[in-house]
């Protein structure tokens, strides 16, 4: 009678110490910092919200947009971040600084960054641009892929085109008749913007001119946090990729959510830009959230011949695809 109470006890004890060791029951905070104010991008994010995609995996999920969204590799580097939203090429250039983050999640498979010109304008192709003035966003990356896509049609690159800091005000500079064409732009949102304001565009995809193809979006942590925590990113991986399922799925009931937390949203940009980004949510085989490794070797590869990033910089190092849906 005293063994079977004693292996009755052990039984509790045993019990006791594999559920104290399941961290999937744990309730974990984390705060995940966008890349811009919310918008068609972000609504997978908001469904995920919404349907308790966070909530069945125990997670306490803060959403918000930093006042320097430029910072957010920085802050989800240091730890005061555990997630962030970002893009494929900052993720190697501050990698080749070294800034240790690494992305966990392809979040929207393809460029969005373009060139647009009115379509006032009757040019099509980079070679019309030829003698015209280009507006971008002083960021200096995309000089080079500007730089590409004019060679790739039979251009001196950037010597055949006269370049313009023109900041943010990128639809702006083009309406105003300060620049001929602009680049740094989405072609899910501002030819969407330019065209509600009577001002229709041509859009000019870097990937159809020269630029390797490359994931615009990118949801990123830390190495140190998904080292020490990597239960806390499947979990949260998998409830982001359910939300961007149900999204892809019906990209409109998306932006309701969307709408319904941020109630600001211009449904006539959001609206049409869901649909369009519908698509391009999708990787390989139809899943959401891959990452090739040939995706990320060939940009790197092209950052490195342009002296982007370092030339022993290891692309493979950053990115896992363990975490996109089945």
Known sequence: MKNKLMGFILLIVLAFLILSCDTSTEIVQVKLALDWYPNANHIGLYIAQEKGYFEDENLEVEIYTPSDPSTVLQTVASGADEFGMNYQPDVLIARSEGVPVISVLGMV?????????????GNKTPKDLKGKKVGYPGIPWNEDALNTMLESDGLNGL????????GWELGLSMISETVDAIIGAYFTHESIL?????????VMRMEEWGVPDYYELV???SEDYLSENGNVVERFTRAVGKGYIDAISDPQTGVDILKKYVPEIDEDIDRPGADLLQDLWKGKNGRFGTQEEVRWVSFSNWMKARNIIDANLDPKAAFTDKFSTE
């Open 219 to 221: 949801m990123v942590t």
């Open 194 to 202: 330019l065209k509600n304001e009577g001002y229709p565009v041509n």
């Open 159 to 166: 010597e055949d085109i006269e370049l313009v800091n023109v």
């Open 109 to 121: 498979q393809h460029p969005l960054n373009s060139i647009m010109v009115l379509q006032s304008s």
